[in-house]
């Protein structure tokens, strides 16, 4: 197995900051794959134009829910205008998954529902 599946497994089997949050100051949106049923919903609690707090929680295959729980390691700290501008190939590189043409739906599923958040 590579590094990039085992990361993934690792994300899948043990997938960090999955759950809920709540408040005035917890944006949410949630997505979905039609094609395949993988739903995807993340919640972002922000302060001073950073996220300071990041849930999630869906049902998927082991590369949405890898790339949800990866995604949501790096959202942590980030501020607000520096992830608005980040293109979805850039997000997909900070994820760093490695996936072949057919299944990048997958990985880009949590990332569309971080970008129905930023532009909210």
Not at 23 to 46: E, H, L, Y
Not at 51 to 71: E, H
Not at 72 to 96: C, F, N, P, T, W
Request: aromatic letters at 6%; glycine letters at 10%.
């Amino acid at each position: 197995m590579d590094i990039y599946a085992e990361e993934v497994m690792d994300h899948y089997e043990q997938p960090r900051n999955q759950g809920e949050l709540e408040g005035n100051d917890v944006r949410t949106a949630r997505d979905a794959n039609a094609s395949c049923g993988d739903m995807i919903q993340f919640f972002i609690k922000t302060k001073a134009g950073r996220v300071i707090d990041v849930k999630w929680k869906g049902i998927g295959c082991a590369i949405s829910v890898a790339g949800a729980s990866k995604l949501s390691e790096y959202l942590q700290g980030q501020s607000l205008g520096d992830l608005a501008r980040m293109s979805e190939a850039e997000l997909v590189k900070a994820i760093g998954f490695q996936v072949n043409p057919g299944r990048m739906k997958c990985l880009t599923l949590p990332i569309r529902v971080v970008q129905k958040i930023l532009e909210s």
